[in-house]
Nanobody, 126 residues
Framework: QVQLVESGGRLVQAGASLRLSCAAS????????VGWFRQAPGKEREFVAA????????YYADSVKGRFTISRENAKNTVYLQMNSLKPEDTAVYYC???????????????????WGKGTLVTVSS
């Protein structure tokens, strides 16, 4: 049973930095990608960034390029999302997800597909 557990979300001020973690367990993740998505109140879930477990290929949404960095630590089965220069519009519940696919294709993952974590709340105050 694949499990994804996000952590690191909290209340921060605009301009601050925050690092989210996604700890994965339950299988070998060769040829899988891990993605971060976010959902703001009243809005649809949107793609943020993705990385492949094996090659470390990355893909980002235009809205976060240059501010967010996704990375992985294979020995810990953990993926990180380093978020810098946070803005109030970054406020959302952040979810991680994993799927057997590429980093770019991860951006099109549906919420009805496996596997998703339960999310961690990031609030950016102005």
């Amino acid at each position: 049973q694949v499990q994804l557990v996000e952590s690191g979300g909290r209340l921060v001020q605009a301009g601050a930095s925050l690092r989210l973690s996604c700890a994965a367990s339950g299988r070998a993740f060769i040829n899988y990608a891990v993605g971060w998505f976010r959902q703001a109140p009243g809005k649809e879930r949107e793609f943020v960034a993705a990385i492949t477990w094996s090659g470390g290929n990355t893909y980002y949404a235009d809205s976060v390029k240059g501010r967010f960095t996704i990375s992985r630590e294979n020995a810990k089965n953990t993926v990180y999302l380093q978020m810098n220069s946070l803005k109030p519009e970054d406020t959302a519940v952040y979810y991680c997800a994993t799927k057997w696919t590429t980093a770019q294709a991860m951006s099109r993952m549906s919420i009805t597909e496996d596997y998703w974590g339960k999310g961690t709340l990031v609030t950016v105050s102005s």
